[in-house]
């Protein structure tokens, strides 16, 4: 996508966006409802005129290509299955459409059907599925014709949690095994995270930061990005920044990388990096929440709730004052005004973005 612009009468919807995906990547659309997911995915897919700009699909012009003349294949979140058909008459549908020999549609069926594990559920009609099998039935009828482009809104969003965990990773393995370009749209900041090789943050119809999933939360590129990220995201503090020292209620706190650099900054601190310690930014603790397998300690600095996230439930009391710290390197530092991250002076391991391919290992493990 190429400077693409949208409108809706005075509102624009995107403002000006450029995009490049590269072929069989697995790429997210990751940002808050309202930031312009859809609309992108409608313009990729054919369903949507742009007002300014182009769409280039294998280095073809398609801006202003017809959806059928695209070879895209878009989920959308309400599935959008024919309920008087069967489960096959559905997936067989977009063969149909292109007048494929009926021997290789039954073929084609029997294997996408199998691939999203609902081969034994040909003969029934739509109303007769789980939310699940609605889903894989949607998935199937789109990999079926073996599109060049896989669009997918908010596939997930209609499955109950622990099936939207389960099927994110065998959406996966799906897209690995098809190899096909996939688009992916959701505002669950987690899913992106585990499912994209790269993803696109958006923000009031802009993208905000493109990268891999390590590099967008090891780096965030504002403060926005930063408080949209991570589960819980990352803290946000006021704070100043002098001679290499964070300054936080008074309580100074080395930060690798800002030599010399006197401004006001918000400092970010994730919660698995902050460390409740006797010295520090003093911070009351609120209440304490066990999740299982960690732990969030919900503390108070500055009027503000501040999170850490420990393995096992520490002894501390609500209403306790503690102190908090953290590693040089593990602070991510902004512009007070703009929101916009610090350039770091010198690369601290941590703040920098690091290789892509890095970042997609770690994912994978
Ligand atoms: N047909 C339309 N007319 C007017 N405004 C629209 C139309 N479609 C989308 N919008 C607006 O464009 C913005 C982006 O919408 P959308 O792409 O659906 O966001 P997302 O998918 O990120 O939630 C929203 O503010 C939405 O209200
Ligand atoms: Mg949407």
Known sequence: MDGVVKRHGSFTALHGLDLSIAPGE?????GPSGSGKTTTLRILAGLEEVDEGRVLLDEVDVTHKEPGERDVAMVFQSYALYPHMTVGENIAFPLKMVGTPAAEIAAGVRDAAARVDIGH?????PGQLSGGQQQRCALARAIVRKPRLFLLDEPLSNLDAKLRIETRAELRKLQRSLGVTTVYVTHDQEEAMTVADRMAVFMEGRIVQIGTPKEIFLAPASVTVAAFIGTPPMNLL???LEDGQVVVQGASLP?????????????GVRPGDLQITEQGIAARVEFIEDLGDNVIVNLEVQGQRVKARRDRVPALAEG???HLAFDPAAAHLFDAGSGARLPAS???GRRQPIATEIGKQERDL
Do not use: I
Not at 121 to 125: I, M, P, Q
Not at 255 to 267: F, I, K, Q
């Open 26 to 30: 697995f790429f997210a659309l990751l």
């Open 121 to 125: 559920l040909l003969a029934r009609r």
């Open 238 to 240: 006021a704070a100043h």
């Open 255 to 267: 930060v690798s990388g800002y030599p010399g650099e006197r401004r006001a900054v918000t400092l």
């Open 320 to 322: 306790q004052v503690v």
């Open 346 to 348: 010198e690369d601290n």
